[in-house]
């Protein structure tokens, strides 16, 4: 999970760099581009960072798994166990759970669904907008001087984030989410629209829901988390970008802007690129499956 979560490429080269050993020009292309940074000592300090964060939160996660899973019921020695085991999954947004139901029987435990919410959103923003956050809470950055990127991604993000938990609200409250209070409603369908984008747990039988919302929920997972993540998908950056292409095209604009940025049109065209090579090979296995 752990090497799934931060990428083979990643966890080679902070071993690299760990033991002395430096990467050749192919590797640190090939990172620069997975990373999304634009030099190579902010490559080597971002690799660094990734070790640092992902440690330090999975080891926070586990901490307080541990005493909602005791809370809960179970001995220290078993809360331990599945508090860390969750909370690593989490972060690295497996979305593998230890339990045959996954986290279904703390659908309405916020200690647990709610930390393990926190975690899928930490893993899924990306490192490069941990970084910065840090450096913002920390005062060595201004709020105002974020860069486009983490800008980009923590709006699309919050964006998702909020649409997706209104509409399984809102489309499961006389269905899948009928009989629960509507504070138990919320937690459900926030961990819903967390968890579907990046992850893979469910608090909720998806065989429960409507066909409209596990389509709405596809969708969610097609977009899939942030560049430099743990998640997958083609990335909130690609969907904010071809959201500001369409815009300019529309309002008749000579350049693609973003914060008051410029987009370069190398980034436009990547971004065009991925989301049709996305979808090829997306409608092909989707015929594979009808077929078969």
């Known amino acids: ?9 990643t966890l080679t080269a902070a071993m690299g760099l760990f033991m002395g050993k430096s990467m050749d020009m192919k590797e640190r292309i090939v990172m620069q581009d997975l990373l999304e940074s634009s030099s190579t000592q902010e490559l080597f300090d971002l690799i660094v960072s990734i070790v640092k964060y992902t440690f330090v939160i999975e080891a926070w996660g586990g901490i307080v798994l541990t005493v909602g899973f005791y809370l809960e019921g179970f001995d220290l020695g078993p809360a ?4 860390f085991y969750h909370s690593i999954m989490a972060f690295c947004n497996a979305g593998l759970s230890s339990f045959s139901n996954s986290l279904e029987s703390y659908a309405t435990a916020p200690l647990i669904n709610m930390t393990v919410a926190c975690l899928i959103l930490l893993g899924g923003i990306g490192f490069i907008v941990l970084r910065e956050a840090n450096e913002v809470f ?3 950055r201004r709020l105002r ?5 983490t800008k980009m991604v923590l709006t699309v993000s919050g964006f998702l984030l909020f649409a997706g938990t209104a509409f399984i609200f809102f489309g499961e409250y006389m269905h899948a989410l009928d009989g629960y209070t509507v504070w138990e409603q919320f937690q459900i369908s926030f961990f819903q629209s967390v968890t579907t984008r990046t992850a893979g747990f469910d608090t909720i039988p998806m065989g429960n829901l409507n066909s409209y919302t596990l389509y709405v929920m ?16 083609i990335k909130t950056t690609t969907i904010g970008i071809l959201t500001q292409t ?3 095209l529309l309002w008749g604009g000579r350049k693609v802007e973003a914060f008051d940025r410029s987009i370069s049109p190398e980034a436009v065209i990547k971004a065009i690129a991925l989301t049709i090579c996305s979808f090829a090979i997306l409608a ?5 499956l009808m077929k078969t």
């Open 1 to 9: 999970s752990e090497m799934g979560g931060l990428g083979i490429m």
């Open 80 to 83: 331990l166990y599945h508090g």
């Open 138 to 140: 920390s005062r060595k």
């Open 145 to 149: 001087r974020l860069t486009l990127h």
């Open 218 to 233: 596809i969708i969610l997972m097609f977009i899939g988390a942030s560049p430099g993540s743990t998640g997958g998908g």
């Open 246 to 248: 369409i815009k300019s």
């Open 284 to 288: 092909l296995f989707i015929l594979v």
